[in-house]
């Protein structure tokens, strides 16, 4: 004889609401702010992008010496190191709004939304190191 418990069907519900709730406010926290620094980072990518294309056609088949020489510049590394940061994390906020959006598996959202961060991570690390080497070694 098992003991049967009989809980109410709208108590019930009132708990899986509950529930969907709590992993609302936990999961999103606050999406204002992500909303504002998703505009923000957009609107600094644009005069940097504008810089770097124009360099870029400025350097167009240029040899490696010279593109060397002009990552090594103070200014030019300032600027392509706060271009690199800006993307990234501009980049890790929309993919992060696009998976909340279309993965309904909390689980699976969870596990795309920190896969996302730690690679956006690894990757801005990685052209860091390289903007630095070659901006310090040449």
């Known amino acids: 004889m098992g003991l049967r418990v009989y809980i109410d069907r709208e108590a019930a519900m009132n708990l899986r609401g509950y529930s969907q709730k709590l992993r609302a406010l ?3 926290k606050g ?3 992500h909303w504002w620094a998703q505009r923000f980072t957009a609107v600094l990518i644009l005069p940097l992008l504008i810089w770097l294309v124009v360099n870029i056609l400025y350097l ?3 040899d490696i010496q010279v593109v060397s020489e002009w990552i090594g510049t103070p200014v030019n590394a300032i600027l392509l190191t706060l271009f ?5 994390h501009h980049a890790q906020l929309g993919l992060q ?3 909340e959006d279309y993965v309904h598996t909390f689980w699976l ?3 795309a939304i920190v896969s ?3 690679s956006t991570v690894i990757l801005c ?3 860091l190191g390289s903007i630095i080497k070659i901006a310090l070694l040449g």
């Open 26 to 28: 936990v999961f999103t």
């Open 116 to 118: 996302v961060k730690l």
């Open 84 to 88: 690199t940061l800006v993307l990234f």
């Open 31 to 33: 999406g204002v702010a």
């Open 97 to 99: 709004v696009v998976i």
């Open 109 to 111: 959202r969870s596990f």
């Open 60 to 62: 167009f088949g240029a």
């Open 125 to 127: 690390i990685l052209c």
